[in-house]
Nanobody
Framework: QVQLAESGGGLVQAGGSLRLSCAASGRTFSSYDMGWFRQAPGKEREFVAAIRWSGGSTPLADSVKGRFTISRDNAKNTVYLQMNSLKPEDTAVYYC??????????????????WGQGTQVTVSS
């Protein structure tokens, strides 16, 4: 019902910034809760950030709190992840995902029905 496409990844030095975008197709984008997850080589997928359909709740993983910000623009069918003060350990493929309904298990990737193809973020030291 919804297709997602991430963009904005790339190579950046430690301490730098990137902004990831997730463009969604479909007429019901504003009804979905959105999330960002990441996966590094040899590691399991981990939760990064989420935002409710209303924008009223934006939980962040402890590892990125104070550095990353999630936001959405429903008029543009787009979710953003602003990443500042990047560290080498942030290197991963970043995925955008969508879910709907309750209970709101925002931290659980298995609770998301739709996923983008991912965008690579590489932070050099």
């Amino acid at each position: 019902q919804v297709q997602l496409a991430e963009s904005g990844g790339g190579l950046v030095q430690a301490g730098g910034s990137l902004r990831l975008s997730c463009a969604a197709s479909g007429r019901t984008f504003s009804s979905y809760d959105m999330g960002w997850f990441r996966q590094a080589p040899g590691k399991e997928r981990e939760f990064v950030a989420a935002i409710r359909w209303s924008g009223g709740s934006t939980p962040l993983a402890d590892s990125v709190k104070g550095r990353f910000t999630i936001s959405r623009d429903n008029a543009k069918n787009t979710v953003y992840l602003q990443m500042n003060s990047l560290k080498p350990e942030d290197t991963a493929v970043y995925y955008c995902a969508a879910r709907m309904g309750l209970p709101y298990r925002y931290y659980d990737g298995n609770d998301y029905a739709y996923w983008g193809q991912g965008t690579q973020v590489t932070v050099s030291s």
